[in-house]
């Protein structure tokens, strides 16, 4: 099993990115993707999870509104957006998944640094 993450990306406030995981190894419709970030000094925080099968989403409400995931099953990938950034967005953004034994895979991360 693979997560494949893109590369560190940096943005000025206000603007917006998007972090893509490509998944390998597994049947990608059959688990949730679930996104978690990491600020500097920061715990690991839970941003949401997408259902690749039917790209249904579920955020805390922290999130709603600013992030969007969606998946592209052609190529099981999938994608989180952030929208108007701001300083204290800029983390280590990680994608998971959970597979049905309990195991969990991660990413291995995309830097995403926001300032002026």
């Known amino acids: 099993v693979q997560l494949v993450q893109s590369g560190a990306e940096a943005r000025n406030p206000g603007a917006s990115v998007k972090v893509s995981c490509k998944a390998s190894?597994?049947?990608?419709?059959?688990?949730?993707i679930h996104w978690v970030r990491q600020a500097p000094g920061q715990g690991l925080e839970w941003m949401g999870r997408?259902?690749?099968?039917?790209?249904?989403?579920k955020y805390p409400q922290k999130f709603q509104g600013r992030v969007i995931f969606t998946a592209d099953t052609s190529t099981s990938t999938i994608y989180v957006e952030l929208i108007s950034l701001r300083s204290e967005d800029t983390a280590v953004y990680y994608c998971?998944?959970?597979?049905?034994?309990?195991?969990?895979?991660w990413g291995k991360g995309t830097l995403v640094t926001v300032s002026s």
């Open positions: 997408i259902d690749p099968e039917d790209g249904g989403t």
């Open positions: 998971a998944t959970i597979l049905g034994d309990g195991l969990e895979f």
């Open positions: 190894g597994y049947i990608f419709k059959s688990y949730y």
